[in-house]
């Protein structure tokens, strides 16, 4: 019944950045963990970021100091933050929210596109 729609997607070139966000199609009364995943091409999905309810975050490594989620709990929305971009950013990333019961929701996916 949920969707999850994804913006801020785009192209920019190295050192750019870029703000994604991403909210339920209707309003989720409890959510736990939320988080931004990517794909490249040719490559498996991998973490991004995650945020819990109590605000805590974890980073891939490639992209600490750089990128920054955050979450509106009122408004169910999820956000991330990329600065200092760069071609290897480039991939599709999909948001995620997690829920009680072991129920996961996926966004669409946002393609985001880093230039050299």
């Known amino acids: 019944q949920v969707q999850l729609v994804e913006s801020g997607g785009g192209l920019v070139q190295a050192g750019g950045s870029l703000r994604l966000s991403c909210a339920p199609s209707r309003s989720i009364f409890r959510i736990n963990l939320m988080g931004w995943y990517r794909q490249a091409p040719g490559k498996q999905r991998e973490l991004v970021a995650v945020?819990?309810?109590?605000?805590?975050?974890n980073y891939a490594d490639s992209v600490k100091g750089r990128f920054t989620i955050s979450r509106d709990n009122a408004k169910n929305t999820v956000y991330l933050e990329m600065n200092s971009l760069k071609p290897e950013d480039t991939a599709v990333y999909y948001c995620?929210?997690?829920?009680?019961?072991?129920?996961?929701?996926w966004g669409q996916g946002t393609q985001v596109t880093v230039s050299s």
């Open positions: 945020i819990s309810s109590g605000g805590s975050t």
């Open positions: 995620n929210l997690n829920v009680p019961g072991s129920v996961v929701y």
